[in-house]
């Protein structure tokens, strides 16, 4: 090209180049996996041409045959990784390869700016952090300078004419300019660091692609040597492959491929439906929850192929949101593949086989739970916080669902399951008595536990936010209610210990209700004495029929509830402290104290919820005034 655009330089993003400071830095010891990275971006851009070139042949008729070739060069010390897929333009290069798109890396700055500031560290326990952060998350195309100090990027889009250089030392800026290029796709060169030669050695290419790209589902070559261009992988998609000819470790490298994972799957499920449908999965539970598990969108992430050809990563029809965890392949031989992405989507065939997939899906999961209890709590703690929200979603599966949950609950520190809890009742206990709160361990110690621990009835400790919503909708279990120890009347009688002799009198106690309602006034619904305390003074719980204060506090934490609703403080009338309230109460002269306590109460009840007193400074105020008189000083 004769008159081509000057050469811009264009700076990164900020946080590329804190993550390339990482990058270049770390003393990562899996070095290769950078050619992982490129051979997958590669892929990516073949699958994403097959599947634009079915509706527009013209794209990929010039050269038709999809690959990725590697060529070394030992001399120059430089790698060279082409591809015919997709390509770039100009902006594409800017966009993809100046800034952190992807989920993957976005997620790694996010950890980042979690634990650190810059990356220029020096000190070796952070930089240990950093490496694992890359082990964890991965930095896709920016791990090309794990082994490079310049990288060279020149692409070309599929039916367009002109080329673009990308062009970077990864030291906070970048360059573009207009190039040459005979057809489509995307040549990378790495100019390796002078340590870095091996990654020049054809012997360890062939090693490190069959190790690492073997089920990339098109061919990774060899070029450069005396016997042209050499195959280096098995180059069939790895799902297609019979279950007794993949090893384990394929799965593995397949996982992390898919899922832009780092981890080991914690299941995986390799099925090939024939029949009324036909289609293969290739399924994976991740051992880790990845980062963007709880983002609004809630979207499923497996990938949709039609006869082996990429469709898309987030196929809306396919799978439940309630297992958005999952990460794999769902390639059918059912749908026909001249239709837009759009329509495919709600293709009613969709449906069919991610009901199918669904069903599949929980029954591995019921009997790996059946198996290996252990393994299964791992599963459970890392992802059934999303599979309860199945509860609700998915009626038609609750009672599959139910059975697959665990609880923690007051009974020991073990994953408990309803059928276990249901078969550990008392005599006539017709309830499953639960409590809601942030913090399972927090829960624990909870005063509304009292009475019920001492008189020897289980809790289940929920501490996830949807247990608000599924436990409503659920109301009963094997003819057992759902009862929230923190609402409405605990109606448990009398506790075991309590001694009849000791008991307050009535009419006292009912004098010092009376001031402690005249005190708080609409700061409370309601005084009453309460039989689920023993240790503590007092609590406070939600009336029958109002909204469950933990399920309150989530909604006020998030902006969609402005004012609570007024919840019923409860009083332990064998506590000390009450027992001395009763008494001043009685005395006219001392009762302008049940003012201050009364608030101090009320405020002390919140607190132990791990709410803030609803008044910080009367709160103080009024502390102080009772600490001094208490102490004696006039
Ligand atoms: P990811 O692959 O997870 O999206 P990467 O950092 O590996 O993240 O790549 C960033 C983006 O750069 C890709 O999403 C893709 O749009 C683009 N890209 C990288 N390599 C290529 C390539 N060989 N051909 C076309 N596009 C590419
Ligand atoms: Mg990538």
Redesign the pocket.
């Known amino acids: 090209m004769a008159e081509q655009t000057p050469v811009e330089t264009l700076a990164f993003q900020a946080e590329v180049t804190k993550l390339l400071q990482i990058v270049a830095n770390s003393l990562y010891s899996r070095k290769e996996v950078f050619l992982r990275?490129l051979i997958?971006?590669?892929s990516?851009?073949c699958d994403r041409l097959r599947y634009e070139a079915i509706t527009n042949p013209a794209l990929a008729a010039d050269d038709p045959e999809f690959k990725v070739v590697l060529t070394p060069d030992a001399k120059a010390r430089t790698l060279t990784i082409t591809?015919n897929?997709?390509?770039?333009t100009r902006q594409?290069l800017v966009d993809?390869?100046g800034t952190i798109?992807?989920s993957?890396?976005a997620a790694f700055a996010e950890e980042l700016a979690k634990t650190k500031g810059d990356g220029t560290d020096e000190e070796k326990g952070k930089r240990d952090d950093d490496v694992a952060l890359i082990g964890q998350f991965g930095v896709?195309?920016?791990s090309a300078f794990i082994v490079a100090d310049k990288v060279e990027v020149t692409?070309r889009r599929a039916g367009q004419s002109e080329a673009w250089r990308w062009t970077s030392d990864g030291k906070g800026s970048f360059t573009i300019a207009e190039a040459d290029r005979a057809g489509r796709g995307?040549t990378?060169v790495l100019q390796l660091r002078k340590d870095q030669a091996e990654f020049a050695d054809p012997d360890r290419l062939r090693t490190i692609v069959k190790a690492h790209s073997d089920h990339i589902g098109l061919p990774v070559m060899l070029a450069g040597g005396k016997d042209g261009e050499e195959t280096l992988n098995a180059a069939s998609a790895l799902w297609t492959r019979a279950r007794k000819d993949v090893t384990e470790e394929q799965y593995k490298e397949f996982y992390q491929h898919v899922a832009?994972a780092f981890d080991e799957p914690w299941l995986t499920i390799h099925t090939r439906a024939e029949g009324r449908l036909e289609y293969v999965t290739l399924l994976f539970v991740p051992s880790t929850r990845p980062p963007d598990l709880f983002h609004v969108e809630r979207k499923a992430a497996v990938r949709l192929y039609v006869r082996r050809v990429f469709v898309t990563d987030n196929a809306e029809g396919l799978l439940p949101s309630y297992l958005r965890f999952l990460r794999g392949v769902v390639d059918t031989e059912d749908i026909a593949l001249n239709v837009s992405r759009e329509m495919l989507q709600h293709d009613p065939v969709l449906a069919r086989i991610g009901t199918a997939v669904v069903t599949k899906v929980l029954s591995e999961l019921e009997k790996k739970a059946d198996k290996d209890a252990d393994a299964y709590a791992k599963f459970w703690e890392t992802f059934g916080a999303v599979l309860k929200e199945g509860i609700y979603e998915d009626i038609g599966r609750r009672e599959q669902l139910l059975k697959l949950t665990r609880f923690r609950t007051t009974a020991g520190d073990k994953l408990t399951s309803l059928a276990e809890y249901v078969g550990r009742v008392k005599d006539k206990q017709d309830a499953i008595y639960y409590i809601t709160g942030d913090d399972a361990a927090a829960l624990k110690s909870s005063p509304h536990l009292e009475g019920f621990l001492a008189r020897g009835y289980e809790v289940l400790l929920l501490s996830d936010a949807v247990d608000e919503f599924w436990i409503p909708s659920v109301g009963m279990y094997e003819g057992k209610r759902f009862v929230s120890v923190a609402q409405g009347a605990a109606s448990l009688g009398p506790a075991p210990e309590t001694d009849k002799k000791d008991a307050v009198d009535a009419g006292e106690l009912a004098v010092l209700l009376a001031l402690l309602k005249q005190s708080l006034g609409t700061r409370v619904k309601d005084v009453r004495v309460s039989d689920r305390l023993t240790d503590s003074a007092v609590c406070l719980v939600a009336d029958e029929r109002d909204m469950p204060r933990h399920l309150a506090r989530m909604l006020k934490a998030q902006g969609q509830l402005k004012d609570g609703v007024a919840s019923i403080l409860e009083i332990n009338p064998q506590h000390a402290l009450i027992r001395t309230l009763v008494a001043v109460a009685k005395d006219s002269a001392q009762r302008v104290q049940i003012d201050d306590v009364g608030r101090l109460l009320l405020d002390q009840a919140m607190i132990r919820e791990g709410d803030p007193p609803a008044d910080p400074a009367d709160f103080a105020r009024r502390l102080s005034d009772v600490m001094t008189r208490a102490l004696g000083a006039k």
């Open positions: 990275e997958s971006n590669a990516d851009a591809d897929g997709i390509g770039m594409d993809n390869l798109a992807r993957g890396s896709g195309f920016y692409s995307t990378i832009h």
